[in-house]
C-alpha cells in the first residue's frame, strides 16, 4: 500500500504534463485558423459604384522616375462588365479614336489586368497593358502600380 501511495504524486504530475500539452495544442491550432476573407459583395458594390461605368482620365503616369503624363492628355477610359463584375471590356479614346480590349480582377479587387488590343493600339498603350495593383482607392483617385514587380511604374486615373 505504500508503494501506491509513492506513485500518486507522479501520475498528478503526468497528468500535470499532459494537460499542458492538450492546452498548448488547443491554443496552437486556434492561432492557425485563418481569417474570414474579405466580404466580396462589399468589395464588389464599391468597384461597381466606383469604377464600372465610368470615365477616368489619366491624371498622372510615370515611368522609372519620367513623367509620361502628357502621351495621355485628353484620352478617357471606360470599364464596362459584360458578365461577370471581375472581368470585362475596356474602352480607351485617343484622339477621338476608341480601343478596345479587356480588364479582369482578381476576388478581392485588389488587382486590374489591363489588355487593350482592337485596333492596333498606339505604342503608348504598351505602359497601360499591365497587370496593376491598387496601390490607394481614394475616389474620384485609384492609385496603381505595376502587380508582383517594383518597377517603378505609376498609374494615377481620375474619375470624371
Known sequence: MLLKLKNVPSFKNDMRLVIAIIFALILFLA???KPPAPDSAIGQALFTSNILNRNFIIQYASDSGVDITSRYALDTVVLTNDTSYFNGTITCSKAGT???GTW???????????NITTPTPPAEFSFLNISWRFTKKDFPIMQLAPWGSTAPKVLYMERL
Open 31 to 33: 492561432s492557425c485558423v
Open 104 to 114: 479582369s480582377s482578381n476576388s478581392d479587387y485588389s488587382q486590374l489586368n489591363i
Open 98 to 100: 476608341p480601343y478596345t
